[in-house]
Each structure stands twice: as C-alpha cells, then as structure tokens.
C-alpha cells in the first residue's frame, strides 16, 4: 500500500483519533489547564466577551471564567457520554450473545423485554429514567446506560446470530466446550469488532443526551461545571451576550461531530464484520476443536 493511498483511508481515523484523546487529556488535566478556579467568579466581571484581558473566552452571569468552567466541565460530560457507552457494551453484549446462542424461549424473552425499551424514543426514556432518580451525575450515567444498551444488544445479537450455525462453532460444541468457552474463544473475538465500532459512534450520540438531562436540571446540577448546565445557566443572556451564550452549546456540538466521525472512521477501516469470520471449512472446524481442548 503506497503512503498517498494510507493516507487516504486513515487520514479520517487518525485526526478523530487525536482529537479524542486530547479532549480526554484536557479533561483529566483539568486543575493543570484551567486558568482559573471554576467556581470563583467576581459579580465585577459578569459577562464579559470574549477576548477580555484576562479571560480568553469571557465570562458567565457570576463572572466566572468560561475558559476554565468549560475544561472541568469537560470532566463531567465525557464521564456521562463515554461510561454509560462502557456499560452498555459489556451489558447488550452479553445479553445479544445469551439471546443468539440460548434456546428459543431465552432468545424471545430477552428479545421481547429489549423492543419494549428499544419502542421508547431515546430521549424521552433518558428522561423518564432520571425524573425517577435523584439528579447528579449517577443519574445521567444509569439513565443513558438503560437507553444505549438495548441497541448494543440487538448489534451483539445479530452477528451472534449469523455465526451460531457456523461448522467452527459446531466443532466446539462437539468438542465438549462448555458455553463460557465457547462465548470467549469463538463468539467474542467475532463479535466484539462490529459492537466495538458501533460502540464508538454511540459517543458522541450519549454526551449530547447527558447535556440534554443537565440542560433539564436532570443530570449534574449547578455550581459543578458541565456544558448542558452550563448552556441553562447563560441561556438569559443569549440576546445580551450570544457569543459568550452559544459557547457550551458549540464545544458539544464540535465534541459530537469528533467522536461521531471516529466511530465511521473505524466502521471504514475494519470494514464488513464477515471479513473477521473464519471460514467454516473443515480444517477451522479441527483447529477450533483443538483451541476450545486445550
């Protein structure tokens, strides 16, 4: 493969990659990169513009500095959009394989309880799940886990699905695998890059729903800085001051667009999950016996 062509095809994943991993480093160096306290603020100061002396990106009703409320609230919305994405791709994908591999009274019954939540709008099952919790982050993280998960599962169950006749996997039950065997060394390696990618583009979709619940007063609540309280707070001052307003709401926004172009760079790069199928031929079968044996 010539550098024009590798380029070409990776340019996408490594730029969404680098920038990912630097909003995850700005984040976790927050009290090393903010210049200032973000709870602190002088009334003096309220509502400055952007480009302020002193204050880069301005200031809030309570003159707080933007710059810094808006790194530590990074800490915040990326917990909310990257734990709850962790949660429900270990979660649906064992609930899609239990469903793929079990009889058919397992594959209903869990099929069946996953569609009654998967029939609700996203958004208004995040809500309903936080209205019944008190609000905070924990709130945020088990409200999106229960929206994300039944997608992830219905992912896991349908590549499960396509396997489960395979002669590899027939071997292995012939073999006397045992089912925790046969998940690990046959059905996991097949399934997890197709949920994996999935997984990626659900990023971006869950830190714009943790923005939504706190906007709500659902999810973190104020003075804790995070962008979708953030944009509530300075949401009266979007006729005054709509540059310093529009801030939370446009790093959410180039956050989304980050994680969400990461999640088709990977689904381009690893390509048809069948290509990470093993032939079912005889031979496989035997090694696939011999692997599960030993």
Excluded at 130 to 135: N, Q
Excluded at 164 to 191: D, I, T
Aim: proline share 6%; glycine share 10%.
């Amino acid at each position: 493969m010539t550098p024009t062509r590798w380029t070409g095809r990776n340019a996408g994943l490594v730029l969404s990659g680098a920038l990912a991993v630097l909003l995850l480093l700005l984040a976790l160096a927050a009290p090393l990169v903010a210049p200032y306290d973000p709870a602190a603020g002088r009334l003096a100061d309220r509502l400055l513009d952007p480009g302020s002396p002193g204050h880069l990106l301005g200031t809030d009703g309570q003159g707080r500095d933007l710059l810094s409320r808006l790194v530590w609230g990074g800490r915040a919305s990326l917990t909310g959009g990257l734990v709850p994405v962790t949660v429900a791709t270990v979660a649906g994908t064992l609930l899609g394989i239990a469903a793929g591999l079990g009889g058919r009274l397992t594959e209903q019954a869990l099929l069946r309880t996953l569609d009654v939540l998967y029939a609700f709008p996203g958004v208004l099952l995040a809500i309903a799940v936080a209205s019944l919790l008190t609000p905070g982050l924990g709130a945020t993280v088990l409200a999106l886990s229960v929206v994300l998960t039944p997608a992830v599962a219905r992912v896991a169950f349908t590549e499960t699905r396509r396997i489960r006749s395979s002669e590899y996997l027939e071997a292995a039950r012939v073999s006397g695998a045992g089912w925790g065997a046969l998940v690990l060394r046959q059905v996991v390696p097949v399934v997890a890059p197709v949920v994996l990618v999935y997984a990626s583009s659900l990023v971006g979709l869950a830190v714009v729903y943790a923005a939504g619940l706190s906007f709500l007063g659902l999810g973190v609540a104020p003075p804790t800085a995070e962008w979708g309280a953030m944009l509530d707070e300075l949401r009266p001052a979007l006729l005054t001051h709509p540059w310093v307003a529009v801030l939370p709401a446009l790093v959410i926004l180039a956050v989304s667009v980050v994680f969400n172009t990461l999640g088709e760079a990977l689904r381009t790069r690893i390509g048809d999950a069948a290509a990470h199928l093993p032939r079912a031929t005889p031979a496989a079968a035997r090694r696939a016996a011999k692997q599960v044996t030993r």
